[in-house]
């Protein structure tokens, strides 16, 4: 039996239910819960707490059925993304406050308090209130509190989506040497697939309150199950036909594309091929490379985001979408229209099916 187990989980609040949601964690197992707004991750992570009665199905905690415990009996605390420090307390206090009922003892609470808060960097602030601290401060405290009671389970619900980017890459640290030493285990919800890959070991993807795809980073990103998870998660997507075995490569026909992946496969078969964006090297000539796949295309779109540039490349008819970092956009000169090469391993084409 797995640490967590959400089995068969289903709940209707009239115009919207989850339905039938699976999903295991091991301990000290770190689960990003991803999917678009409105998908039922904020629901999920309220019914997992107790807020809400589900109709169906059983939450089990470290092999304790808690489906029917109220929300303070079931050992998991949860952070949003806006702090809900109590506004007339310091922080001390705020962090102490929901050890107070599991301790007695002061020195013992001054201690639990102090470790935690040197974990995540606060210590300076003990005397602080709320209302005084940065907006990353104040998560830091929040996590403090909901961690210095060593909660069985943790959930995060945004926790960092109100906070600029240097700040978030800071706390997302502090976060993950505080959860070792404390051998939390975490379900987190975010848009930011920075968190997915600073933090997870595992993702959850779901749509329309259900569970579309669950495993490792590896098998989330490089091998999403086509059609919506591939979409979500913004990774290549060609439908095509493996020709040929050359040696220990599958020769793909996708349009008037050829593509090498060095993934087990069988000529005549129809295959879907993924490849993630930040894979793909562009190149104004063919390149010496190692790389199998170097093929010609014309740059389609150009589309500057915070800190990377997305392209796309139309190659035969169908379009490839590439991450590269603003500075060698500006080095490749790259312009919509004009010619260039897109270059990617064999092995870094994954057959998906
Ligand atoms: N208390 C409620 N009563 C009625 N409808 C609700 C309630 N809470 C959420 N919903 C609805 O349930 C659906 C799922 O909401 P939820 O907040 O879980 O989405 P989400 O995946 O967390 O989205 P986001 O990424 O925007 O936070 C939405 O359509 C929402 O309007
Ligand atoms: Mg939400």
Partial sequence: MSFLEVRDLSLDIGNFELNGIGLKAEKEDYLALIGPTGSGKSLLLETIIGFYRPEKGRIILEGKDITDLPPDMRHISIVYQDHMLFPHMD??????????KKLRDKKQIETEVKQISEVLGIRELMHRKPATLSGGEKQRATLARSLVVRPKLLLLDEPFSALDARTKERIREMLKKAIREYSTTVLHVTHDFEDVWALANRVVVIKKGEVMQAGDLESIFRRPSPDFVAEFLGTNVLKGKVKTIEGKLAVIEAGNMRIYSSDPAEPGEEVTVSIRPEEVILARETVESSARNILRGRISGI????????????IGGKEIKTVITPTSCEMLGLEPGKGIYAVFKASNAKIIR
């Fill in 91 to 100: 922080v001390f206090k705020n962090i102490a406050y929901a050890l107070r």
């Fill in 303 to 314: 589309f500057k985001k915070e800190h990377v540039v997305v392209v796309n490349v139309e």
